[in-house]
């Protein structure tokens, strides 16, 4: 019974920690694009590679300011949010699909190859460049205060703590957005392109718009997980974490305010959980050795997503909060 | 080459009146239990197939975890010297050693976990160069001494001597563009049937892999029928991926975005189950190891890279007979092209579809085992040729079989070229590069028609 507490208040502690923050702006910034503009960006983890990198390069590599590492990461989320877009949007959904997936895995080698090296530090990474960041907190960051019956160190919780207002705000911006006229011409362009551009809408710029948009939120995400990890290797942001993204959202509910921010969190309780859970019952032999192994675990929560994910979209593809009639995409 | 407008309506209204007939008009619920206990069936199905690949959890003997491996290239046999740095993912360091006179090299661990094995670039002698990266990352699972294979190229990839760089590169790429194809085209004639981008079509290839390692190394059969036993298994996983998810979700009307999602589920599923049965690493066949390179004048290959070229030219052939000359070849094609004509001329659509996920299963899991010849067996392997599959499927035109060949070809030999310009480890980004080129300059592809891409 102790050991079932311990493996939730550690779930509870994941739910609310900056990797959470992560998972939700990721999500944010698809939910823009997927679920109110009905594009389909896979490679979402580019721009929080972008995000994250922008900082980590400008800060340790150039000794620029952190606020000047903030700026560029998301100059680089906006542009590779517009190269990405110029040759695909004008084409059928699947085609963005395809490039954003590509541009995620290629940036990812790119940044881990031999050749960017002094640049990216390969595959080792970088790292010590959030101490700006982190000297800002009101509190005493070396200390550690107790939450909710978990441990936080300082340093995670101011880190949690901009996470989350950074995700307030930019959900009180999606809220503002959707209800506004440009919300709703994003939206129609989701349900009926053609109709949309009878109305003489220009629909390209529109998408256009959502995908820097959601770009933006992607890049912010990147940002709170480097500089809560405080190092930054290409290889964590290998792009499982976009579907990761997508599991979230859609289990919170695409298309509406809160879905990714409620699925994020509902992700990471589910996914620390069941790891907790089942690294202490194969400790205890109730799965037997040979079945599984601790090492596995670390496996098995994509094994989670992916089944997760498929449930999900069969069975109920509104998730917890939407609305059906809304989450019926189809290609386009 | 013009085609009736109906073909983008289907992709691109879900109210249009073409599909309703293969959606039940009230909903689903009568059909709600039956595919639960189709997908557990599918999961089981999948589980048991992966139970038989165990992690290969021998040489238990040792009473601790180590990585080794051997550093050799086929010209210069085992390469003494080299230096081996072994690191945690968070980038401690845990140990490193020098390789021996055999080319070898053994680091001790302080327990089960993920390492990253990375070689020093400076580290390599005059005229090798690492084939894909410096560094692996493995599990390494309890008392397990886990192999690590860093792939070395000595620049000529032959017996030195009168060999040519680009010629060389010209025909690897032709081998690797062959793989490519042969796994494209099932990917293109699903989508051009179905209209499914099928994401997890990269796990087709890695489990014919996987299946026929299991058949060979564990099971001591040798490696060509243990292939064509894989291939049928390739087959019957494509059977099972169109009769319990696929046509299901079909005839419930499921959206194709809804589909391609799942898709990715699927794919993420299937990986990582893989990674859990297989492990980390990778593996070579038992057999055709450490073949030497014949000269060929201009190049050079092993004897076990022109077998690929020629099973797969081979095979390559025959699919196109077979779409051109049989009846349910000429069948496949009229569906891809427009499926409501096709059904409309008395064509089973329903049996096409079925046939074409078989074929596209075995053709995956023969480039599957190719490829596991030529770049050894890795449980991730399939994803990682997935995009170059799509870059090479975009380039020919989506939905075309053709296309798909000539597509996967120029990737193929692009991707290897474009190593005499840019450094061996980043040329799949130049892969992803051309992809996103060509959906600039010409999306619908080199034979595709312009309205498929609307």
Same mark, same amino acid.
């Given at each position: 019974m102790g050991e079932f507490i311990d493996a939730v208040a550690i779930a509870v502690k994941a739910g609310i920690g900056f990797q959470a923050v992560f998972l939700a702006l990721l999500a944010i910034g698809i939910n823009m694009q997927f679920g109110y503009a009905g594009l389909l960006n896979?490679?979402?983890?580019?721009?929080?590679?972008?995000?994250?990198?922008?900082?980590?390069?400008?800060?340790?590599?150039?000794? %620029?300011?952190?606020?000047?590492?903030?700026?560029?990461?998301?100059?680089?989320?906006?542009?590779?949010?517009?190269?990405?877009?110029?040759?695909?949007?004008?084409?059928?959904?699947?085609?963005?699909?395809?490039?954003?997936?590509?541009?995620?895995?290629?940036?990812r080698l790119l940044f881990r190859s031999v050749s960017a090296t002094p640049v990216t530090n390969g595959s080792r990474g970088i790292?010590?460049?959030?101490?700006?960041?982190?000297?800002?907190?009101?509190?005493?960051?070396?200390?550690?205060?107790? %939450?909710?019956?978990?441990?936080?160190?300082?340093?995670?919780?101011?880190?949690?703590?901009?996470?989350?207002?950074?995700?307030?705000?930019a959900s009180l911006l999606v809220w503002g957005l959707v209800r506004s006229p440009w919300g709703r011409v994003v939206k129609s362009?989701?349900?009926?392109?053609?109709?949309?551009?009878?109305?003489?809408?220009?629909?390209?710029?529109?998408?256009?718009?959502?995908?820097?948009?959601?770009?933006?939120?992607?890049?912010?995400?990147?940002?709170?997980?480097?500089?809560?990890?405080?190092?930054?290797?290409?290889?964590?942001?290998?792009?499982?974490?976009?579907f990761l993204a997508y599991a979230a959202l859609i289990l919170g509910g695409a298309a509406r305010v809160l879905?990714?921010?409620?699925?994020?969190?509902?992700?990471?309780?589910?996914?620390?959980?069941?790891?907790? /859970?089942?690294?202490?019952?194969?400790?205890?032999?109730?799965?037997?050795?040979?079945?599984?192994?601790?090492?596995?675990?670390?496996?098995?929560?994509?094994?989670?997503?992916?089944?997760?994910?498929?449930?999900?979209?069969?069975?109920?593809?509104?998730?917890?909060?939407?609305?059906?009639?809304?989450?019926?995409?189809?290609?386009? | 080459m013009t085609h009736p407008t109906d073909r983008v309506r289907r992709h691109g209204r879900r109210s249009s009146p073409t599909r309703a007939g293969a959606r039940t008009p009230a909903g689903r619920p009568p059909r709600r239990g039956l595919t639960a206990l189709r997908l557990l069936l599918v999961a089981l199905f999948t589980a048991g197939?992966?139970?038989?690949?165990?992690?290969?959890? %021998?040489?238990?003997?040792?009473?601790?975890?180590?990585?080794?491996?051997?550093?050799?290239?086929?010209?210069?046999?085992?390469?003494?010297?080299?230096?081996?740095?072994?690191?945690?993912?968070?980038?401690?360091?845990?140990?490193t050693d020098e390789t021996d006179e055999n080319g070898r090299f053994v680091v001790d661990l302080p327990g089960p976990g993920q390492y990253t094995v990375t070689v020093p670039e400076d580290s390599l002698p005059e005229g090798v160069e690492f084939s894909s990266g410096n560094s692996r990352t493995v599990t390494v699972d309890a008392n397990r001494n886990q192999g690590v294979i860093i792939g070395l190229d000595d620049g000529s990839g032959g017996a030195g001597g009168g060999n040519t760089r680009w010629v060389q590169l010209l025909v690897d790429g032709f081998r690797f563009g062959l793989l490519i194809a042969m796994a494209a085209v099932g990917l293109s004639l699903i989508f051009g049937t179905t209209g499914l981008t099928n994401f997890a079509h990269g796990e087709l290839v890695t489990i014919g892999a996987i299946v026929a390692w299991f058949?060979?190394?564990?099971? /001591?059969?040798?490696?060509?029928?243990?292939?064509?036993?894989?291939?049928?298994?390739?087959?019957?996983?494509?059977?099972?991926?169109?009769?319990?998810?696929?046509?299901?979700?079909?005839?419930?009307?499921?959206?194709?975005?809804?589909?391609?999602?799942?898709?990715?589920?699927?794919?993420?599923?299937?990986?990582?189950?893989?990674?859990?049965?297989?492990?980390?690493?990778?593996?070579?066949?038992?057999?055709?190891?450490?073949?030497?390179?014949?000269?060929?004048?201009?190049?050079?290959?092993?004897? !076990?890279?022109?077998?690929?070229?020629?099973?797969?030219?081979?095979?390559?052939?025959?699919?196109?007979?077979?779409?051109?000359?049989? !009846?349910?070849? !000429?069948?496949?094609?009229?569906?891809?092209?427009?499926?409501?004509?096709?059904?409309?001329?008395?064509?089973?659509?329903?049996?096409?579809i079925l046939v074409v996920w078989m074929m596209g299963g075995a053709l995956a899991a023969l480039g599957g085992v190719l490829l596991g010849l030529s770049d050894e067996v890795q449980w991730d392997m399939g994803f990682r040729l997935l995009l170059l599959m799509f870059a090479g499927v975009t380039l020919g035109g989506l939905g075309t079989a053709y296309g798909a060949l000539v597509g996967s070809l120029v990737v193929g030999v692009f991707v290897q070229m474009s190593t005499l310009v840019i450094p061996n480890d980043v040329k799949y980004v130049g892969g992803l590069l051309l992809l996103i080129i060509i959906l600039m300059v010409r999306p619908q592809g080199i034979l595709g028609s312009r309205v498929r891409v609307g």
């Open positions: 896979f490679g979402q983890i580019a721009f929080a590679l972008l995000g994250a990198y922008g900082i980590a390069i400008s800060v340790s590599q150039w000794g %620029l300011d952190f606020w000047v590492g903030v700026l560029i990461g998301l100059v680089a989320a906006v542009v590779l949010a517009l190269l990405l877009g110029l040759p695909t949007l004008r084409l059928r959904a699947d085609y963005l699909a395809i490039a954003t997936i590509a541009a995620a895995e290629g940036l790292s010590g460049f959030n101490r700006q960041f982190v000297e800002l907190a009101p509190w005493d960051t070396g200390r550690r205060y107790s %939450l909710l019956g978990t441990f936080w160190s300082g340093a995670d919780l101011w880190v949690a703590a901009v996470g989350w207002t950074l995700v307030a705000l362009i989701r349900e009926d392109e053609d109709a949309v551009r009878a109305l003489g809408k220009n629909v390209y710029v529109y998408k256009m718009q959502a995908l820097v948009l959601g770009g933006i939120f992607g890049a912010l995400g990147g940002m709170i997980y480097a500089v809560g990890t405080g190092s930054t290797t290409p290889d964590q942001y290998q792009n499982a974490n976009t879905g990714p921010v409620v699925g994020a969190m509902l992700m990471y309780f589910i996914i620390q959980f069941a790891d907790s /859970g089942l690294r202490s019952l194969i400790e205890n032999g109730v799965i037997p050795a040979g079945l599984l192994s601790t090492t596995d675990v670390a496996q098995i929560r994509f094994v989670i997503i992916g089944l997760g994910l498929i449930l999900l979209l069969v069975f109920r593809p509104q998730g917890i909060f939407g609305d059906r009639r809304e989450v019926m995409l189809d290609a386009r | 197939l992966a139970a038989l690949v165990p992690g290969a959890a %021998l040489a238990a003997d040792d009473a601790s975890e180590q990585i080794s491996g051997t550093m050799r290239t086929s010209v210069s046999g085992p390469i003494e010297g080299i230096e081996v740095v072994v690191t945690t993912p968070d980038g401690d360091e845990v140990g058949i060979n190394v564990e099971g /001591g059969v040798p490696l060509i029928p243990a292939a064509l036993l894989a291939m049928v298994i390739g087959a019957g996983v494509g059977l099972l991926n169109e009769r319990l998810l696929w046509r299901p979700l079909r005839r419930r009307g499921t959206g194709l975005v809804a589909a391609l999602v799942i898709s990715i589920g699927l794919s993420l599923l299937l990986r990582y189950a893989y990674q859990i049965f297989f492990g980390g690493g990778s593996e070579a066949y038992a057999d055709y190891r450490g073949q030497r390179a014949v000269s060929y004048g201009a190049f050079t290959l092993t004897n !076990k890279a022109l077998a690929s070229i020629i099973i797969a030219l081979v095979v390559l052939v025959l699919v196109a007979l077979m779409l051109q000359k049989t !009846k349910i070849g !000429k069948a496949m094609r009229a569906v891809a092209d427009n499926r409501d004509l096709a059904a409309s001329s008395g064509i089973d659509v329903n049996r096409v």
